[in-house]
């Protein structure tokens, strides 16, 4: 479920791990296509990046972090069997300015582009 967050004042938090959490805009589960592989985590939107956190599950663990003042576009896909057969309209696309694709299923995909592009706006 995509939820705006909140972060709680909390003593026992590191205050610039605060200070950045306060610039998160949005959060949901995700699925990222990586090949063939699909990985499992969570999307995350800030003020100037979106980050993508995989679980500890998954056999590729690599964080994705993509400056917003580098994506050149995203639109609506399709979410890929394999990398190719397309199963489900329910994907986003965000594209860059070094050539790279990432495609991102998400619940509410619409809202996820609109609230990408509304914070590139402001930059």
Known sequence: ??????????????????????????EGAAN????????????KLYSDKLVFEPHAINVQREPV?????????IHLGWTKLFGFIPILPNSMIVLTTDNKS??????????????????????
């Open 1 to 26: 479920m995509n939820v705006i967050r909140t972060v709680a004042k909390n003593k026992n938090v590191n205050p610039k791990c605060e200070n950045y959490m306060k610039n998160m805009i949005y």
């Open 32 to 43: 990222l296509q990586k090949n063939i592989e699909t990985v499992g985590g969570k999307l």
């Open 65 to 73: 972090s993509i400056l917003l003042s580098s994506v050149l576009e």
């Open 102 to 123: 990432y495609r991102f299923t998400v619940f509410r995909r619409k809202e996820w582009a609109d609230k990408i592009k509304s914070e590139i706006e402001k930059l």
